[in-house]
């Protein structure tokens, strides 16, 4: 490692510390202006926009819990921080995009939660696949707060039926559900988006009788009124690295 890249990643380093710092202030104060405590709302670091080291900046900093989108992505850099002792085993680490079925087994011990279950087909591939060996995952399903076809996850009349048949599984479990806001919604149409899944996870709970206590919704741009609205997870990747600088 070059001189030059041992002080981009020390100053790089101090900058998301500070940005770590700074969004944890705001969402305790999203919490308090929501009657809510910080500490029911878990912060996942989105880092599918940034390489290894400066993912591993942010663990240092203090973020364990990161997100990403595709698992090669996330295989790469479990890889790099084993090399460069930074134990990955340590992170909590989050899928948020989708996971193809070939890519399963490789993925699935790394996961501490799969937020982007969007259909029956990956539901149950992923239970028979967990049915083969002692492992669970934890889970939530993937709903579309808009209805827009463009959009991933599931409408709610798919969801129910996929939570409906895991009441008998064993190996996936879903634990809540995971939706984000429409594209240039305004704060008052995030709410009522977010407060809109809620409702439904409600709504689920009380008629199935299961216990869907996450929540995730809200990303750098929405996550007070997702906070205000009970999100117990906030996925956020932008405002963590702003200012960094990028090798080239």
């Known amino acids: 490692m070059s001189l030059f890249q041992i002080e981009l990643d020390r100053n790089n380093a101090a900058v998301i510390r500070d940005n770590w710092l700074s969004l944890q202030a705001d969402v305790a104060d ?4 929501a009657g809510r405590r910080a500490d029911e709302i878990r912060i996942v670091g989105v880092t599918k926009y940034v390489d290894a080291p400066t993912a591993a900046c942010l663990v240092e900093a203090g973020c364990l819990n990161l997100g990403e989108s595709r698992p090669q992505v996330l295989w790469d850099k479990t890889a790099w921080m084993q090399r460069y002792a930074v134990d990955p085993k340590a992170v909590r680490w989050h899928l948020i995009g989708h996971l ?8 699935i011990p790394w996961l501490d939660l799969m ?4 259909s029956l087909r990956l539901a149950s591939t992923l239970e ?3 049915d083969e060996t002692t492992d669970t ?8 707060l808009t209805g827009d076809e463009a959009k991933t996850g599931l409408l709610p009349n798919a969801g129910r039926q ?25 704060p008052e149409e995030c709410r009522q988006q977010f407060a809109g899944l809620r409702q439904i996870r409600d709504t689920w709970q009380s008629e199935l009788g299961m216990d869907l206590p996450e929540l995730s919704m809200g990303m750098s741009s929405d996550f007070p009124a997702a906070i205000a ?14 200012g960094i600088t990028k090798a080239t």
């Open 30 to 33: 999203a919490a308090e202006a």
């Open 100 to 107: 193809q079925r070939n890519k399963l087994r490789r993925t």
């Open 115 to 118: 937020h982007s279950v969007d």
């Open 128 to 130: 028979a696949s967990l």
């Open 137 to 144: 995952l934890q889970a939530l399903l993937e709903i579309n």
């Open 162 to 186: 996929i939570l409906e048949q895991a009441r008998r599984w064993k190996g996936l479990q879903f634990v809540g559900l995971m939706g984000m806001a429409g594209l240039n919604a305004s």
């Open 229 to 242: 609205e009970g999100a117990t997870i906030v996925r956020v990747g932008s405002r963590l690295f702003e």
